[in-house]
């Protein structure tokens, strides 16, 4: 394998690693405040992406403000989920809230991809992307709406990580994060914070789904591949952890870049390239189901 | 003592509903319902694991094809008769639960149902790059369970396995066993200070759970005479869980009865096209929400609550 092939292979494992990070961070947070794993997340990422596609193709919109549209759409929605949906989880209400949880957001999920179906119909769509063309650095040629995309990908990650540090909602969501009822003790409201985090979870996932949807395609399903990966990327950081989800999605890029050159037979290779991950994700979980961030419970 | 006999006198009539219906329906009722009783005995399956014992997953569907892909193998290439092919499809299904019971032993709640996501996909993966093997999504052809048998014959052969599991199922729950599931899903630590051998049953349930869903899916299997990947999707395994949700988690039989009325009235709202999913997704939302015991559950309740006051009022 020549240089040039690595590299490229490792750009496009980087390009690739900064898609799944905004879609896993958004996990991440939800289950870092509200130790909830968001089984929908997945289907709010394809709402990010009909959010945009009905933004830019349907209303004109241009694509930098198709992109803000689904991330408020999302952050709507998100909330709107928490208060309906997620809220008996902690304040118990539900019998068994972990069991509820799961199975609730698995439904939400269910009902989302069907809706979504019936509403825009099972047909791909392509709106406009933020860029178009190739880019060339030196040898390597990438194209562009790609690199534009996970550009505004690595922007808005810095942005997060930001706020996550210096602002006070930041802070606060860090803190609950960190343990429930001292921050409850020093007045947090762990309710709005619970909120806000699920909207920010929900927004990062429409803002992902926005980025990629013109650089795939938008379509109902189009979420089921993604979320496995996000839940492979927040297992191996460890879930809740905002830097191990940040590495997991450089490791997964990087495995999926180059583990499917492992297998010679290049239609069995293709066909198997979404199992590594699923491979790493159970090997994790057996051996270590904190990850390599998160921190130890006694049973996971 | 009144209200076992209320409840015996229930389940009979509802057996003999279900006994009645090919006299009264067309065949084409009559193949929905068959296929409503693989659905009974997969949600059934689900719900002997999540309700009675805690333990969440995610791969239930996806047994199920691995127990139709077993059995159908085993058959087209060890030319077993489609009986001891089914018996294969149960036992790989339910080893392969035994060692996924096993490995996730340290595992609960979202985590266990990370894990057994990943075991689903990478079997339907599988699945589908295998084509050599398994023909991969254009489906393998399957033999026939009966030869030229006619649907109202697959009708009761499928009523009669359903009843033959839900009777099983109930009796095991009945046991020591389903004392020792229920202690577990109550509180592990708990369970295991009074003596009860919390990774054997936690294992145990696993492989039994499975071993059910092998079967139910050999069964349409060699039903269907088709069998292709899609069915060990998440969609497929969403849908399971609709219908143990809607009638039920936590008792087999509601959940069974779920999965027979679910597939009726999905095939019954056709015409409204896609849109009955998402009534399907909206009323699980809301019975997971407001009625967690599932519809049969609740009505069971309900009468159960009457019957109590009407005998104090005596």
Redesign the interface.
Known sequence: MSLVAILEQALNGLIVSSFYALAALGLAIIFGVLRVVNFAHGELYMLGGYAYFLAVASMGLPPVVGIVVAAAALAAMGALVEWLLIRPVYDGRADRPEEYSIMITFALSILLLNLANSLFGPWPRRPEPLFRGGVEIGELIVSGDRLAAAGVAVVLIAVLLAALRYTWAGRAVRAVSQNREAAAIFGISVTRVGMLAFATGAALAGLAGALMGPVFNVVPPMGVIPVIKAYVIVVLGGLGSIPGAIMGAIILGQVESFATILIPDPSRALAYKDAYGLVLLVGILLLRPQGLFGTKERRA | MKLQTLRLLGLGLILLVFLALPLLLGDYWVYTITIGFYYAILAASWALL?GYI?R?S?AQAAMAGLGGYASALSVQHAGLPPVLGLAAGVLVAGALGFVIGR??L??????L???T???A??LR??A??EYQLTEGSRGLQVEPLLQDGSRSEYYYLFLAVTVACLALMTWLLRSRVGLFFQSIREDEDGAASLGVNVTLWKTVAFAISTAFAGLAGGLYAHFVQLITPSMMS??EM??V??MA?IGGFHNVVFAALGGVSLQVLLEGLREL???R??V???I??LI??LM?NGVFGTVADVLTDRLRKSGDDK
């Open positions: 999540v805690g969440i995610f490995l996730t340290r595992l609960h709640g979202a985590y149902g990370l894990t996501i990943a075991f996909e990478i993966i599988t589908t790059a998440l969609q969403g849908i869980l609709a949700v096209g896609e849109w999913l998402v399907f997704g909206l699980t939302l997971l929400r967690p």
